[in-house]
């Protein structure tokens, strides 16, 4: 879990997923435009008109023009305890698993399928291991763990066939300093995955930018509907791992598409507050605050990401980098602002610069360096 201060007050009960910030896929591709350089990353600041070329009068989304409604399935998901065989009532996208003891030696068999190794992936716990996998659609499967593990909890996934629900999307484009994404409505994020027991699980919660952290999602390469994958890690890092969101503040799949990840309140700017402060994720345990995480939809362990991807990737690190007065290439001391733990890393990091974990593969890692010359251009 996130270094979260006391929880504040919140609603009695979630919101209906709003005109907040959004784009559709004809609108999220362009050029990056001429990046201002300003001391705090506050909405005007990190907005930008939508031909990418910035303006300080931009709020940051392209709402004028109104909404339309877009559809997306609902969830589907059966939760099961323990080990053994489970069958499911619809075909899965994902299974989630969660179990505490050795974090090694957990297998899932899927149906018509050999034993898979269960590792660690991007997630990580301190008292055990979780996994999520691709499922293929398949209506049955069986976890075991290694002797003396226990408290295993799986959950499978169905984000493609469930029924529809309408959001609410903006017509227009929206860009942050020329970089187009895709809002959380836009990619069917279901607010109420937020909410435990009538609260907000994780109360947002912002501090000023240090790090950025690169990952990979560990799922498969050539996904033919990355939103409904997006839509499945969300469900695995916010009800399976407990998080109350999805762990990372931005994804980027293989087509270069940016997608908006861990909520940040109604402002303008995504990741980030109206004073610049970057809202805590879930993406390096123990050193979340004050890091921003940018996950690249794939597995990177022997290939590296598409051309669009990297490029999408050094254009939303240069972005963020620039307005915020951070060099990408600098060696710093992060300092948690919550415990006062610190660790010396790059400004632009791996996830492996910060815990025990292959992520962001051994491709994308290599090739961290390439990102950082290019986005301090």
Known sequence: MPELPSPAPTPAAPPRPGPRRALTRR????????IAVGAALAPAAFAATEDGT???DATGGGTGAGTRSETFPVTRTEAATGTGQVTTAFAASYVGVRWTGARDGAVISLADGGPQRLGAGCATVEDGGTALVAAS????????VPQGADGVRSLAIDTRHGPARAF???VEPTRVRGVGYLSRPAWGADE???????KVNSPEAYYPLQALTVHHTDTPNGDPDPAATVRAIYEYHAVTLDWGDIGYHFLIDEAGLVYEGRYS??????AFDADGNVVTAFHTAGYNSGNLGIALLGT?????????????LIRLVKAVSRVKGLDPRAAITYTNPVNGVTKDVTTVGGHR??????????TMYGLLDEVRAAAAC
């Not at 659609?137 to 075991?144: L, N």
């Open 27 to 34: 609108g999220v591709l362009g050029t990056a435009g001429a």
């Open 300 to 312: 990177l362990v022997d290939q590296g990401p598409t051309d669009a991807a990297k490029a999408s």
């Open 137 to 144: 659609s398949a209506t049955s499967y069986d976890v075991r």
């Open 54 to 56: 910035g303006s300080e």
């Open 168 to 170: 609410d999307v903006p």
């Open 192 to 198: 109420s995955k937020r909410y435990k027991d009538g």
């Open 353 to 362: 610069d910060w815990l025990r974990t292959d992520c962001p593969g051994q």
């Open 265 to 270: 309140g109604d402002d303008p700017a995504p």
